[in-house]
């Protein structure tokens, strides 16, 4: 009985001599995880601050300044703007136009009048343009265009007059051919121009004009006009107009 009992005691004991290691492994933490081994760069020397090589968020782009454009940007092309043509305007030579046709850009282009006073429109080929009005040219334009679009929306806006010159010669300041940007009389003409010389002959101005095909002259006396007097040969000029100060 005694040697039944010592075998037993034996046997337990060996039994949990090996449930118990096996207990301790099971109830180590999941989490525990050896550490990271650290990384040596044989670069570096010994001693030196190691540089991380982790990923860095990636820095915010500067902002610009209102108005200020984007370093390689190309800037946009200066816009030239419409003027307003005096009320008795003709389109000239060399005057600046824009012809635009509403959502169809292929047919709109900016033109300029050429010397026999057409001007070239894609489709259209040429169009006169030289001694209509910007609304006959647009009437003009829009009827020949009805040949490629149904109900073409059409207008023309005048970008610049380079037409409408008128020329002063002889003793004054400075003589030379200038444009008419406004209704303008002979004396403000002369004042522009820097006034007479002091020994022009100021009672013997003439404004060389052609009408109706023939060259029509115009007396004008400084010395009568600038005392308030005879003011009807203070006339308007008209695009064309010499002024003479002998």
């Given at each position: 009985m005694s040697r039944i009992c010592f075998s037993t005691a034996i046997a337990m004991a060996t039994a949990l001599a090996v449930?118990?290691?096996?207990?301790?492994?099971?109830?180590?933490?999941?989490?525990a995880q050896p550490a990271p081994s650290t990384m040596v760069n044989p670069a570096v020397p010994a001693g030196s601050t190691p540089v991380s090589t982790a990923a860095q968020p990636a820095s915010a782009p500067t902002a610009q300044p209102p108005g200020t454009a984007a370093p390689g940007a190309v800037p946009a092309a200066p816009v030239t703007p419409a003027i307003k043509p005096p009320a008795d305007y003709v389109i000239g030579v060399d005057d600046a136009l824009e012809i635009g046709y509403w959502q169809d850009k292929e047919m709109s282009a900016a033109v300029t009048v050429r010397p026999d006073g057409y001007i070239s429109l894609p489709l259209l080929n040429d169009v006169k343009a030289a001694g209509l009005t910007p609304e006959e040219l647009r009437a003009a334009v829009a009827k020949a265009a009805t040949n490629f679009v149904e109900d073409p929306t059409v207008s023309v806006v005048v970008k610049a007059i380079n037409s409408r010159k008128v020329y002063i010669t002889g003793q004054v300041a400075k003589p030379g051919p200038y444009l008419l940007t406004d209704t303008t009389s002979v004396l403000q003409m002369i004042a522009i121009a820097g006034g007479v010389a002091e020994y022009a002959k100021k009672d013997k101005i003439t404004i060389v004009r052609r009408e109706d095909g023939k060259e029509v002259v115009h007396t004008f006396n400084y010395k009568d006009v600038s005392k308030g007097k005879a003011m009807a040969q203070n006339i308007t000029l008209k695009p064309g107009d010499t002024i003479v100060v002998p």
């Open positions: 449930a118990i290691p096996a207990a301790a492994q099971t109830a180590a933490p999941a989490s």
